[in-house]
């Protein structure tokens, strides 16, 4: 849960703080950081089992919330 709150975090600083055309490049960036997070709190917590499954739902929570976002901004580009 902490990493989807990292997502929704760089998603909202993403959309105000970067420029349109740039948001696309920030959004993956945000992922990348999403990716790293999800690692180091895995491998912090030393646990073996269930470790690929926390990873998945980790990064696909995050892709969730970096897809949401990435449709939200192209909507606000539309208009």
């Known amino acids: 849960m902490g ?11 993403t959309g ?5 055309d740039r ?10 950081g999403c990716v790293i997070g999800t690692l180091c709190v895995q491998l912090a917590t030393g646990r073996k089992e269930g470790y690929v499954d ?3 739902l980790s990064l696909v929570g995050a892709v969730l ?12 580009g539309l208009g």
């Not at 105000?16 to 349109?20: A, H, N, Q, V």
């Not at 919330?65 to 606000?76: E, M, R």
């Open 54 to 56: 926390r990873v998945t």
């Open 23 to 32: 948001q696309l490049v920030w959004i993956g960036l945000s992922f990348a």
């Open 65 to 76: 919330v970096l897809a949401v976002a990435t449709g939200i901004f192209a909507l606000i």
């Open 3 to 13: 990493v989807w709150a990292f997502a929704v975090v760089c998603a909202v600083l």
């Open 16 to 20: 105000l703080l970067s420029p349109p």
